[in-house]
């Protein structure tokens, strides 16, 4: 049973730092793409970052490029998102995701909240 | 564009179809056949239920299906049962490096 389940979401003040991370179980990580999408209070969901299968390809979305940076270690089969100079705005549920094709996230996790307040 | 276009609501009653229409552009749902669709209840994770336009993952039911016309995808639930009811979005890549893809703002669906 494919398992994705995330941790370190918390609050945290305007400027600081979280490093969310994502076990996964149950199917060959190094195998997928692996995302971050988010999701704001009242807002609609929101691709955040992806990692190639190896970890040497990453993209971005432009709000959080120079901020966050998304690492794998498939030999822990764990996925990070380290945000660093976070903003009133960041705050969401974060959750990984597992690609199927392009586009396509056949598995999710239950979200960590990451909370950015004063 | 950033966002895809979902109706807020729709509803049906036991046994009859819907279908929840999504909308995008010629840069992103009419570019490419790679528009997925989710189903996520209160507090649970999205499930996936259609990808590349029209596919089903193993233990979908057929009841769920997908098309595509040029810049629109939809989802048509068929024979609605109480367990539909949900939320449901869709998702379209877009081949561009700094948003890798783009989410609907979902549908309620509301089984009567």
């Known amino acids: 049973e494919v398992q994705l389940v995330e941790s370190g979401g918390g609050l945290v003040q305007p400027g600081g730092s979280l490093r969310l991370s994502c076990a996964a179980s149950?199917?060959?990580?190094?195998?997928?793409?692996m995302n971050w999408v988010r999701q704001a209070p009242g807002k609609r969901l929101e691709w955040v970052a992806n990692v190639n299968e190896d970890g040497s390809v990453k993209k971005y979305v432009d709000s959080v490029r120079g901020r966050f940076t998304i690492s794998r270690d498939n030999a822990e089969n764990s996925l990070y998102l380290e945000m660093n100079s976070l903003r009133v705005e960041d705050t969401a549920v974060y959750y990984c995701a597992k690609a199927k094709t392009a586009g396509t996230f056949d598995y999710w996790g239950q979200g960590t909240l990451a909370t950015v307040s004063s | 564009q950033s966002a895809l276009t979902q109706p807020a609501s729709v509803s049906g009653s036991p046994g009859q179809s819907i279908t929840i229409s999504c909308t995008g552009t010629s840069s992103d749902v009419g570019a490419y056949n790679f528009v997925s669709w989710y189903q996520q209840h209160p507090g649970k994770a999205p499930k996936l239920i259609i990808y590349d336009v029209s596919n089903r993952p193993s233990g979908v039911p057929d009841r769920f299906s997908g098309s595509k016309s040029g810049n629109t995808a939809s989802l048509t639930v068929s024979g609605l049962q109480a367990e539909d009811e949900a939320d449901y979005f869709c998702?379209?890549?877009?081949?561009?490096?700094?948003?890798?893809?783009?989410f609907g703002g979902g549908t309620k669906l509301t089984v009567l």
């Open positions: 149950g199917f060959t990580f190094s195998d997928y793409w």
């Open positions: 998702v379209s890549y877009t081949g561009r490096t700094n948003l890798d893809v783009i």
